[in-house]
T-cell receptor, first 110, second 113 residues
Framework: DAKTTQPNSMESNEEEPVHLPCNHSTISGTDYIHWYRQLPSQGPEYVIHGLTSNVNNRMASLAIAEDRKSSTLILHRATLRDAAVYYCILSSGNTGKLIFGQGTTLQVKP | NAGVTQTPKFQVLKTGQSMTLQCAQDMNHEYMSWYRQDPGMGLRLIHYSVGAGITDQGEVPNGYNVSRSTTEDFPLRLLSAAPSQTSVYFC????????????FGDGTRLSIL
């Protein structure tokens, strides 16, 4: 199963954009890129996912490199409620299994 | 709409005891899965199911059994609890296994003494 690499932690100021990077150099052609986040004492929450093209939804944007070996989750205006662990995950095109890494802990400063 | 419901929320067991963690979803999702999360770690896949009557192993299946007799329910059984199975367990479901968001329950916090 393909793996992802993320920074352990990042900081952001409230109301500023946040760019969370993810490297997945061994991604295969059928793997989807998913982002989930987890607040303390809660289950993971879906944020966004994509295959090849950039994606936007009400929570965030996902920018996928042309070679698909990296991606960036963009939070357009960070709020204190966005402080969480963000996981970049590849979903196997065959089984759909989500293989979690250790994620990026995002701190948002007021 | 309850989503994914896990019971119990907390449980303490003694080594060697067995128990079943319950997971139910009311969204008619075909795909369901179980994860465990150890302190400071990401989630690891234990077992998953692509539909009623079909299950398969994930990354860390040893010591756990699952069955899927209905679309709604996907129980996880610990056969003989060990301290190494102390963890938080999450159940998840989605419409299909590849291209749909997975919905997670709130977790079961399990301690084994």
């Amino acid at each position: 199963d393909a793996k992802t690499t993320q920074p352990n932690s990042m900081e952001s100021n409230e109301e500023e954009p946040v760019h969370l990077p993810c490297n997945h150099s061994t991604i295969s052609g059928t793997d989807y890129i998913h982002w989930y986040r987890q607040l303390p004492s809660q289950g993971p929450e879906y944020v966004i996912h994509g295959l090849t093209s950039n994606v936007n939804n009400r929570m965030a944007s996902l920018a996928i490199a042309e070679d698909r070996k990296s991606s960036t989750l963009i939070l357009h205006r960070a709020t204190l409620r966005d402080a969480a662990v963000y996981y970049c995950i590849l979903s196997s095109g065959n089984t759909g299994k989500l293989i979690f890494g250790q994620g990026t802990t995002l701190q948002v400063k007021p | 709409n309850a989503g994914v419901t896990q019971t119990p929320k907390f449980q303490v067991l003694k080594t060697g005891q067995s128990m079943t963690l319950q997971c139910a979803q009311d969204m008619n999702h075909e795909y369901m899965s179980w994860y465990r999360q150890d302190p400071g770690m990401g989630l690891r896949l234990i077992h998953y199911s692509v539909g009623a009557g079909i299950t398969d192993q994930g990354e860390v299946p040893n010591g756990y059994n699952v069955s899927r007799s209905t679309t709604e329910d996907f129980p996880l059984r610990l056969l003989s609890a060990a301290p190494s199975q102390t963890s938080v367990y999450f159940c998840a479901s989605s419409y299909d296994r590849v291209n749909q968001p997975q919905h997670f329950g709130d977790g079961t916090r399990l301690s084994i003494l």
